[in-house]
């Protein structure tokens, strides 16, 4: 996110807009990809309260939180773009707030992949894991991406 420290993210966090809603998509390819038609939105507020119940040395991924909301919400997939904005409004607002932290190091992209969009970057990130007893790997020559090893292992299950 650009200009973090010129945003209100808890201000963010509180504006549910119109959400939670439903809403039917009709892009075949869409529907295809995600398995079905009905398509769920929560609001930023309850991205950051699942993340706030992962306990100390668990981990979570944002697709778990998105397939948790889809289930509870009687629909086919939670939107992506949404998710992964939303996740990043939860992290970049707990580092603005003095008191009720989030844990947000502990939720994960896909594969167990650490999330270079939350405060810090990757090394703010991976050392919070690590301090959780987590080890990190680095992938890629180029493109170097890091991953939580055997982040399975650590799941917490919503």
């Given at each position: 996110m650009a200009n973090e420290k010129h945003k209100d993210f808890n201000a963010m966090l509180l504006n549910s807009k119109d959400m939670p809603k439903t809403q039917i998509i009709a892009d075949q390819k869409s529907i295809e990809k995600y398995g079905g038609s009905k398509m769920y939105f929560a609001p930023p507020k309850a991205y950051d309260n699942v993340m706030k119940a992962v306990p100390y040395?668990?981990?979570?991924?944002?697709?778990?939180?998105?397939?948790?909301?889809?289930?509870?919400n009687n629909s086919d997939f939670t939107d992506p773009i949404t998710a992964g904005i939303f996740v990043s409004i939860a992290a970049w607002a707990s580092e603005q707030r003095r008191d009720?932290?989030?844990?947000?190091?502990?939720?994960?992209?896909?594969?167990?992949?650490?999330?270079?969009?939350?405060p810090g970057g990757i090394?703010?990130?991976?050392?919070?894991?690590?301090?959780?007893g987590h080890t990190?790997?680095?992938?890629?020559?180029?493109?170097?991406?890091?991953y939580v090893l055997n982040f399975m292992d650590s799941l917490y299950i919503l």
């Open positions: 040395g668990k981990v979570l991924t944002t697709g778990q939180i998105r397939e948790y909301f889809a289930a509870g009720d932290k989030t844990p947000y190091w502990r939720t994960l992209k896909a594969n167990g992949e650490l999330n270079p969009k939350y090394d703010a990130q991976k050392e919070k894991l690590e301090a959780e990190i790997i680095k992938r890629g020559r180029t493109n170097i991406r890091y």
